[in-house]
């Protein structure tokens, strides 16, 4: 029985009990342990702050968490996170300055970042996170408790946790593709907000995303050319153009910037058809801004067509221009008065475009033959261009009857310009090309009268060349002696001069002429303002108003001269002229032993009157152009009374010969009236007779021959008559006229 009380197995009863025993004094002894340390613990503190390894030792116990049921989150702290922070070589009291003593009080104070971040916390307090009457995040909601990492390892998630649907915006844009595709200097929110904690509100004028620092903000990288062409930007000088358009001058507060058109997030490339800078997003995008025009785009040819998919059909940017969008009233700009025409014409005249939609030819040339076309080129701030007629926004095809030049709204459209044309304006094509036989008259017109110029000037050119010929001929054999000098013409030497031009016919003349070259180079210069000799007329400010006024002054003055010259032929001189002036079949017999003499085919010339063939043919020639550029002169200068009276096909007649006869009478007058009395070798460097009045004998001679015969009888008969009786001592004959006296011919 003893025996079996002390064997050693789990089954005898005393054994058990002894181990019972034996746990019991264990857990007194382990319980004393505890409380020792516990004692012993506080005492040790008491003398020295916790470190960071002491507070972990119960802080780095991973079930503390329910140590503390009242408190929100976890007492928690990973050991190994707390030392790779920034804050890993503070320790736990440098934060929670009343953990003193361990054990500590159950409730600490909050942890106060200013207390060593005190510039953060000030910056913080004046940005649009921490300012007055904001309730933003506190330090701990963006960097964390123990696990505070470095600034510039945040990244736009942690702005998401407030600004989930704004990062989520800017995640699909052009930014934050080019960050994953390896661009670190893509943007993110601190390059456009600044730091979180001086990030200021959208409202605050001071902040870099208010709406009047939008474009400057965006300029900092945008207007880095080297930059932008590194990354490929497809407008390199987006934001430079930007500052010179009508946007960026504006004095508007609200005027759109950057992100009014390119959205602030969500900035999608302009090939996305979800971006706002979409082809076919354009209207929409414009018209949160411009609503009146949005809505005339849609219903217009342009605004269907791309509605309807049409990529070549223009939205805003189109005409007016992307980023250097520049108002009507800007030169340079494409929809100013002068340049809409070109603008328009980039896809009605480009032959791609036209062919492949079926848009009419000829409408750019049509036009710029045409007065408006002329006077838009000189630059007339109010001539009507394409939009004058076919709108702006609300272009609509002329089968349409709400479109300003369909039938039924023509009149009033050219009404604006020209009040009460009438229906005679309905007459006949717009756009009326004059090179086919669209419309014969004008068709036929300009052919003859580019026959006519070409017959003409041709013909004066060969005749004037062969005189030229000549005369270079007979001047190398007078210097070699086999001239013979009977037939030499040299003005030398003192001899007498005769009366050709009274004063009153120097003074018509030399009005005509002042007023004849300045119809010319105004005329000209409407036709081609860009060329060298009349750019600078067309650069003067208000050139084009002055050009118009000096046209039609030297107009009246050349109308005026003409009238007084019908006048001029009623009086006794000017029936003699007249008479003389008139065509006689000698003058073509002159005409054709001329041209033999200068061909060398007859030995001398004919002997010419008063006024030989060149003569009368300058002269009827003025009379006649004086007469056409008169009457085709009111008819485009009076415009609305010639719409009331006439069909709108005669205007653009009026147009058509106005232009070729001022050509035909230039050229005449510089082939014919110039060579004649400038460059002919027989009176170069002059002929002195237009400012004289008067042609010395030996060029009355050579020039006029049959006139200086009949001045030489005249003077003999005088002469006969004037012999004294034999005896008569009274009648003695007069002395001879000094050199130089003046005989005027008889008419």
Not at 66 to 90: N, Q, Y
Not at 128 to 143: L, N
Not at 238 to 245: D, E, F, I, M
């Amino acid at each position: 029985m003893r025996d079996r009380l002390f064997q050693p197995s789990c089954r005898n009863p005393v054994f058990r009990r002894d181990v019972r025993s034996l746990a019991g004094r264990l857990r007194r002894v382990l319980d004393a342990c505890v409380l020792a340390t516990l004692l012993i613990v506080p005492a040790t503190a008491r003398a020295a702050t916790p470190t960071s390894a002491d507070c972990l030792t119960c802080h780095g116990n991973r079930d503390l968490a329910g140590v503390a049921p009242k408190r929100e989150g976890s007492l928690f702290v990973d050991g190994a996170t707390f030392a790779s922070s920034v804050h890993a070589g503070l320790s736990c009291a440098g934060c929670h300055a009343d953990a003193t003593e361990i054990p500590h009080a159950e409730k600490l104070a909050p942890v106060r970042c200013a207390s060593c971040h005190a510039a953060v916390a000030d910056t913080l307090k004046r940005g649009a996170h921490g300012g007055p009457g904001r309730s933003g995040p506190s330090c701990t909601e963006c960097h964390g408790t123990h696990d505070v990492r470095p600034a510039a390892s945040l990244a736009s998630d942690l702005c998401s946790r407030c600004h989930a649907g704004v990062v989520e915006d800017y995640r699909l844009s052009v930014h934050a593709v080019g960050r994953e595709n390896g661009d670190d200097n893509a943007a993110t929110c601190r390059d456009c907000h600044g730091s979180a904690h001086a990030a200021l509100a959208q409202d605050d004028p001071r902040s870099p995303i208010a709406h009047g620092n939008i474009a400057e903000t965006c300029a900092r990288c945008h207007a880095d050319r080297q930059l932008m062409i590194k990354r490929r930007i497809t407008i390199p000088e987006a934001a430079a153009l930007y500052t010179r358009s009508v946007h960026g001058r504006s004095t508007n507060p609200r005027a759109a910037t950057c992100n009014d058109c390119h959205n602030s997030h969500r900035l999608l490339r302009a090939t996305n058809p979800a971006s706002s800078v979409y082809r076919a997003n354009v209207p929409r995008t414009c018209g949160r801004c411009h609503p009146a025009e949005e809505k005339a785009y849609e219903i217009s040819i342009h605004g269907t067509a791309l509605a309807r998919g049409v990529g070549d059909s223009p939205s805003c940017t189109g005409c007016h221009g992307e980023h250097l969008i520049r108002g009507p009233e800007q030169a340079g700009s494409p929809v100013a008065t002068g340049a809409v025409t070109a603008t328009c014409s980039r896809c009605h005249d480009a032959t791609g475009i036209r062919e492949t939609y079926g848009l009419p030819a000829g409408r750019l040339s049509t036009y710029e033959d045409s007065f408006h076309g002329l006077a838009a080129k000189w630059g007339s701030p109010v001539v009507a261009n394409c939009a004058s007629c076919h709108g702006y926004h609300d272009v609509l095809p002329s089968s349409d009857p709400r479109s300003e030049v369909s039938p039924q709204r023509l009149a009033e459209t050219c009404g604006k310009c020209h009040p009460g044309v009438g229906a005679r304006v309905l007459a006949g094509p717009v756009h009326l090309p004059f090179t086919t036989r669209a419309n014969p008259v004008l068709y036929y017109v300009r052919l003859i009268y580019l026959l006519l110029i070409v017959g003409t000037i041709g013909g004066m050119v060969l005749h004037n060349g062969l005189d030229y010929a000549m005369k270079l001929r007979r001047h190398w054999r007078r210097l070699t002696g086999r001239e013979n000098p009977e037939t030499v013409h040299a003005v030398t030497g003192m001899q007498r001069w005769f009366l050709r031009m009274t004063l009153s016919e120097r003074i018509q003349h030399g009005l005509l002429a002042l007023s004849f070259f300045t119809l010319v180079y105004t005329g000209f210069a409407l036709k081609f303002p860009d060329g060298w000799p009349f750019a600078w007329f067309a650069r003067l400010e208000h050139g084009y108003s002055l050009r118009s006024l000096v046209h039609r002054i030297a107009a009246v003055v050349m109308v005026a001269v003409s009238l007084y010259h019908v006048y001029y032929l009623l009086t006794a001189r000017g029936r003699g002229m007249l008479v003389a002036m008139a065509p006689r079949l000698q003058d073509a017999r002159d005409l054709v032993f001329n041209l033999l003499y200068l061909m060398g085919l007859r030995a001398t010339p004919p002997a010419f009157d008063r006024f030989g063939y060149i003569e009368k043919a300058e002269y009827w020639a003025l009379i006649w152009g004086t007469v056409v550029m008169t009457l085709t002169g009111l008819i485009l200068w009076f415009t609305n009374l010639s719409l009331k009276w006439f069909d709108r096909w005669v205007l653009d007649l009026a147009t058509l010969i106005h232009y070729y006869e001022a050509w035909l009478a230039f050229l005449a007058i510089v082939v014919w009236h110039l060579y004649q009395n400038i460059a002919n070798p027989d009176v170069y460097p002059m002929n002195w007779t237009w400012l004289s009045g008067r042609i010395p004998e030996e060029q009355l001679r050579h020039e006029h021959r049959l006139e200086w015969e009949r001045e030489m009888a005249r003077e003999a008969e005088l002469e006969s008559a004037s012999e004294p009786t034999p005896g008569d001592a009274s009648e003695a004959p007069d002395p001879p006229d000094p050199p130089g006296a003046g005989h005027e011919p008889r008419g």
